[in-house]
Nanobody, 113 residues
Framework: QVQLVESGGGLVQAGGSLRLSCAAS????????MGWYRQAPGKQRESVAV???????NYADSVKGRFTISRHNANNTVYLQMNSLKPEDTAIYYC???????WGQGTQVTVSS
């Protein structure tokens, strides 16, 4: 059974940084494309960043230059480094195994102005 556990969310002032982690188990992590998504109140869930098994990355335009997705296959973990945070980044952030219904429980990120 695949499990994804996110951590690292919290409350931060605008301009600050947070690093999210997603620990995966029950799957061959190194072979999977992983993604971070977010959902703000009243809005649809949206893709934030994706990293392939080879390490190639893709970002939403709204976070390019501020967020960095990375992975550590030995630890079965994917990260999202978030810098220069803005109030509009406030959302619940979820980890996902791309093209599957495997999701974590989410971690809340709140950016105050």
């Amino acid at each position: 059974q695949v499990q994804l556990v996110e951590s690292g969310g919290g409350l931060v002032q605008a301009g600050g940084s947070l690093r999210l982690s997603c620990a995966a188990s029950g799957t061959i992590f190194s072979l999977k494309t992983m993604g971070w998504y977010r959902q703000a109140p009243g809005k649809q869930r949206e893709s934030v960043a994706v990293i392939s098994s080879f390490g190639s990355t893709n970002y939403a335009d709204s976070v390019k230059g501020r967020f960095t997705i990375s992975r550590h296959n030995a630890n079965n973990t994917v990260y999202l480094q978030m810098n220069s945070l803005k109030p509009e980044d406030t959302a619940i952030y979820y980890c996902n195994v791309i093209y599957t219904d495997y999701w974590g429980q989410g971690t809340q990120v709140t950016v105050s102005s």
